[in-house]
């Protein structure tokens, strides 16, 4: 495939067509309300939920493509002027509402592009999503893969979602009494939020914003903005911080949970004063691990990581070893990663290789500076700069502790696929004093205390 004909997740580039996996804010770098470059594909939810992360956009550029369904686009090649047609079957990633990996198929081969996904082991809906691929590619091998590589490292494993969402609710059970904070964002981890509603017959509180998202998913009946039907309150997941919980504590007892599959709590846990929680495996946990193939080896307790706070490994993203049943699903001839970021800069190809048909021709880094599997060249200039074979053309900006460092490649391209490499560091980390008021004493307020975003 020819460049400048297909976008996936990039959208400062100048393309045919444009892809969006899902509405989280790493994705949608540079699409704005005014934003009018073509036609711009995602799943039926993402585009009910455009008005409210774009309002003003122009709706008429928004194409809905059903999962499992194919469908032929008709491009135009801008060196011969002369008709490419390429096959695009979106697929559920199992991520968050909305959340599609792609399938391209034409004459320039097959691509997959995963965007964000977790396909935990097991699942059925994830058995239904690698049956549809299979059927979409039919006898023909998958040439490349861009595969959601977050976690793509043997020390990351985590337990299923409905394991970690029954931790949560073990926790709170331990703590009768307390409010609870839950860190999340603007859109992701519903099913933890239903679940903590359906086991504790609770509503659970959210900001306006939040709340409105919930409409839309058809979610209202298990959400409030009054504080006081519940002592459960979901909030903005950078505005949980330590501050935050000690002020709740001075006016109520009151624990934080953050449910992320990110180490957070590693450096803390170091600390004497902090340990592991003691929170028993139940049984229903041992029975969907028996259920979906996982081991106690690999289960994660929740974390102490203050005397009010815990992180539970609620993750969106796959874990190696789910990661690794994938490739050995798809048996791809090539690979490359989508994340590169100052926390998680994993080569896919440094465990993964052997599962890759081609081994020899896969994307690759230079060798010069590895950090959990991926190697990379340090400029004077500050920039990251990668080797690629296949010509994506990929430029992101990485926050955290890179500040404003870019990664980039600037070889030919060959397959043409614009897409952005996305960073699993989403913004410095910033601290919000919440308004106590508006927590615990508000009732029906219709302006929110926490500051949030869409991420």
């Known amino acids: 495939m020819e460049e400048g004909l297909i976008s996936v997740d990039k959208w400062t580039t100048v393309s045919q067509v444009y892809f969006l996996t899902h509405l989280h804010s790493d994705h ?15 799943s039926p939810i993402t585009a009910r939920l455009f008005p409210v992360r774009f309002p003003g956009f122009d709706i008429l550029l928004v ?21 490419v047609l390429v096959e695009v079957t ?15 198929r034409g004459q320039f081969g097959s691509v997959l592009y995963t965007g964000d996904f977790r396909w935990e082991i097991g699942d059925m809906k994830a058995v239904e999503g690698k049956n549809i691929l299979l059927n979409a590619l039919g006898d023909k091998k998958l040439d490349l893969l861009y595969i959601d590589n977050t976690y793509c490292n043997p020390s990351f494993s985590f337990p299923p979602r409905k394991v970690a969402a029954q931790q949560v609710v073990d926790i709170m059970t331990s703590y009768p009494g307390h409010d609870f904070v839950i860190g999340v964002d603007n859109l992701g981890k519903e099913d933890l939020l239903l679940h903590i509603s359906q086991m504790l017959n609770t509503k659970i509180w959210v900001w306006p914003e939040r709340l409105r998202v919930m409409h839309l998913l058809g979610f209202e009946d298990a959400f409030t903005t009054k504080t006081c039907l519940t002592r459960v309150r979901a909030v903005p997941r950078y505005s949980l911080t330590f501050e935050t919980i000690e002020s709740l504590n001075t006016v109520r007892p009151t624990i934080g949970i953050l449910p992320t599959g990110l180490p957070w709590g590693k450096k803390f846990l170091n600390q004497k004063s902090l340990s592991y929680s003691c929170i028993s495996v139940c049984k229903e946990d041992s029975d969907i691990f028996a259920e979906t193939g996982h081991t106690s080896e690999i289960f994660k307790s929740p974390r102490k990581l203050h005397q009010h706070m815990f992180a539970v490994s609620y993750s969106e993203h796959s874990c190696f070893k789910e990661i690794e049943e994938f490739l050995k699903y798809v048996n791809p001839s090539r690979i490359s990663g989508i994340v590169s970021s100052s926390f998680c800069c994993i080569n896919p190809r440094h465990y993964l290789d052997h599962l890759c048909k081609d081994e020899s021709d896969n994307i690759c880094c230079k060798d010069s500076r590895g950090k959990l599997g991926l190697s990379m060249a340090w400029k004077a200039e500050s920039v990251l700069e990668c080797d690629n074979a296949f010509g994506i053309d990929k430029q992101i900006n990485v926050s955290g502790l890179l500040k404003g460092c870019k990664l980039r490649a600037d070889s030919p391209k060959v397959l043409g696929v614009q897409r952005s490499m996305i960073s699993k560091i989403r913004r410095r980390v910033r601290v919000f004093s919440l308004t106590l008021i508006g927590i615990i004493q508000g009732e029906g307020e219709e302006h929110s205390p926490y500051t949030n975003e869409l991420t």
Do not use: N
């Open 28 to 42: 949608t770098q540079g699409l704005t309300p005014k934003w009018s470059k073509g036609p711009l594909y995602c």
């Open 63 to 83: 194409r809905v493509l059903e999962a499992s369904k194919p469908q032929t686009l008709t491009l135009v090649s801008r060196s011969s002027h002369s008709k």
């Open 90 to 104: 979106a697929i559920d990633a199992r991520h968050c509402p909305g959340a599609l990996m792609y399938l391209f």
